[in-house]
């Protein structure tokens, strides 16, 4: 497979003709070898317009979306960033090209151990944390405060209250909300002074990272 001349389409025909118009990001995907943070059964996807789904329940999300997600919070060298769902690092190592201060959270064993594998080969510096993603939605996260950017890759069935009111006064939430009022939208929280303000940036392709609301089991 010629990842070079698939790099350049996926540039070409994902990114520039669905509005991802950041110079500088587009610059930072166009020369990063995004294939080598892959483990080899998933490589031949590494380019894929698709959510690539694992058998432990986890994914990825589209190229698309997820720099959709990094232009919003327009990321710069002194910010402090925390990303939950960080995968195989297809985000990370572009969000590393703006800054060094990245925290990153996640759930799966397979993406965790190629994630970690990437940082020994330093193809990205970032710092896995030891939790799960499902202990940060559940009330059990890390001081969010010296976060300026909370980047989410994947849907919440819910606005995300909690991680909003614990965040810093300046900070920037970006996720995708999925529900009866939200169908499929990226969206931007900015808190400023002790209020929050929402704006929808774009639809997106994804799965949920997390359901807050749980459905009671069916009793006969």
Do not use: W
Request: charged share 25%; with cysteine.
């Amino acid at each position: 497979m010629n990842f070079e001349q698939a790099r350049n389409n996926m540039v070409l025909n994902q990114l520039r003709a669905n509005r991802i118009r950041d110079i500088s990001l587009i610059e930072k995907i166009e020369i990063f070898p995004r294939e080598n943070l892959y483990p080899i059964k998933y490589k031949h996807l590494s380019y894929s317009d698709q959510i690539i789904n694992l058998d432990d329940g986890r994914f990825i999300l589209p190229p698309l979306t997820s720099f959709h997600l990094v232009q919003a919070l327009d990321i710069n060298k002194n910010d402090y960033v925390l990303e939950v769902g960080s995968g195989f690092g297809t985000t990370t190592s572009i969000i590393n090209q703006f800054t060094n201060n990245i925290d990153c959270i996640e759930s799966s064993i397979e993406m965790s151990d190629s994630f970690k594998v990437s940082i020994k080969d330093n193809i990205f510096k970032a710092n896995l944390l030891k939790t799960t993603i499902e202990n940060f939605f559940d009330n059990r996260n890390p001081n969010i405060k010296k976060y300026q950017k909370i980047l989410i890759n994947g849907s919440l069935d819910q606005e995300p209250s909690n991680i909003i009111s614990k965040s810093a006064d300046d900070a920037q939430i970006v996720c995708i909300i999925d529900n009866k009022e939200f169908k499929h939208k990226i969206v931007n929280y900015v808190k400023v002074n002790g209020n929050c303000n929402r704006f929808i940036v774009d639809e997106a392709s994804s799965s949920f990272i997390y359901k807050f609301v749980k459905k009671e089991p069916f009793v006969f």
